[in-house]
């Protein structure tokens, strides 16, 4: 049997500490949530939250992580440039990135995408109904056509992304809105897949649908054992090449 994937679950868990409705929901926080479900699905899963000594994402937890999982929102200004620095290294060197929900406006997530990652946003409980356009990707196995979530944080197009790679899942809302929220990017030899759901007060990570397509895409961004490292700079012909006359 091979060696199972390692994820790790960043939450920044201040809301969960701080505001009744979000501890009610994640009494443990929302990376507890999601590490349960994860360990479900036989993955090795450990957790890193924002008060831990560098956010607990060291040197030493990233090398030993094959997918991270993001979870932030408020703290975001306060997050070290220089783990910023570290996680990005990891991502183009090979490590998976999973960006749920306000993770899209985190440092992290900019920097990777070169853009403002803006949205249009509401707190009004609505509706939200989730699309599949790509029915034959991974991290949608065993999900249906589409699925509900009855009451969810709008987020409105224009996303401000580059152009994804892959467009997944689409977000219909109550209120009339779309947003692209289930999307690819490679960055480097890392995979990333963002996920829109997931707002801090309400129980969207307890919904099995979300909870597969987490699991799945998890499984869809790992790196892939075998694959060959690229050589960069100055490289011998692999053929011999006529002389250059004098
Ligand atoms: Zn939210």
Redesign the pocket.
Known sequence: MSNPIRVTVFNEFHHENHYEPARRIYPDGIHAVIAASLKEHSYEVQTATQDQPEHGLTEDVLNGTDVLVWWS?ILVDEFSDEVVERIHRRILDGMGLIVL??GTQSKLFKKLMGTSCAIKWREADEKERIWVLAPNHPIVAGVPEYFELPEE?MYGEFFDVPPPEELVLMSWFQGGEVFRSGITYTRGKGKIFVFRPG??SLPTYYNPHVQRIIANSVGWAAPVAGTPAPAFGNAQPLEPLPQKQA
């Open positions: 929102h929900h306000s944080e707002h801090e």
